[in-house]
């Protein structure tokens, strides 16, 4: 598997895990305070200003509650020549800060980099960090894990831990209610999503079926707050352990639905995917009832949501799924 189809099948499926940290709704902000994860306790003893990211989306909530992080990760998946996501640029070059440095972390933690950094605290609530690399990390500075598997934790929960650990639990309610709200505005705004069925999956060069996600991923939940269903296919699949299921495209009729949500990774390769004689007479794309998210950074965003990355992306997603739900 490659890295690619790795990161949008096993990392991003388990962001819809619940899981939460200790950190949920908005507590009386005062230190210490102590955050219990994988690997057993941390505590924060005052408020952190040099703050290092780890992972995915957790350099969103950082930025969304007006902090900027010292340091976060490469993101080259979406991001820009320097592997910085579009909205994370946008709300960097808003605070009128420094920017980060950008770390890459895929092959090893870079651990004397951080070292240098001189960081107050280490958050990774959403990240793939082993025990040893955690107590490396721990050794630098105060490190908040996620709280039982890796890749684990929905964008609220994370939002509302990174609001702990930064003073600022009833900024974070507040910006989780926010975006919560723009998803019910929404809905509101399209009576014709309500009860409709869909089916959210990805097609991937060089693989012989579609990758559908199951009803916990993360993308799952979002369409859900549109007000549309998951297709009684998808929820007979996710009866069964993982986060999402290669469907064989003899099979796809076993995934029907009023819409099929289809990520790809754009170009001429993934073009030729929909040529596909068994893919072109599957009910919804025959019908046109289909939406097609490529682009990387469009993809990311509609794949690990965050505080920044639903507005940055919601509107061209509403639309093209108005459009395929005529």
Known sequence: MTITRRIFTLGLAAIGMAA???APAAAQDTYPVTFTHAFGETTLAAK??????????????????????????????????????????????????????????????PYEQLLALDPDVILAPYSGITQDQYGRLSAIAPTIAYAKDPWAGSWQDITLTVGKALGKSAEAQALVDSVNARFADTAAAHPEFKDKTFTFGSLWVG?????????????????????????????????????????????LASVDADVLILLDEGGPEADALYQNDLIRRFAPVADGRMLRLNGKSYVMATSAPSPLSIPWMLDKFVAGLADAAK
Not at 81 to 87: A, Q, R, S, T
Not at 225 to 233: A, C, E, I, N
């Open 20 to 22: 939460a940290l200790t």
């Open 207 to 251: 693989t012989a079926g579609m990758n559908v996600y199951s009803a916990t991923d993360p993308r799952i939940p979002m369409v859900e707050q549109l007000g549309l269903k998951v297709s009684p296919g998808v929820l007979e699949l996710s009866k069964q352990p993982g986060y999402f299921f290669d469907v064989s495209l003899e099979n």
């Open 48 to 109: 952190p200003e040099r703050i290092v990211t780890i992972g995915w989306t957790t350099q969103d909530a950082v930025l969304a509650l007006g902090e900027v992080p010292v340091a976060i990760p490469e993101q080259m998946w979406g991001g820009d020549e320097k592997g910085v996501l579009p909205w994370v640029n946008d709300a960097v070059a808003a605070s009128g800060k420094p920017a980060p440095a950008v770390i890459n972390f895929d092959t090893d933690i």
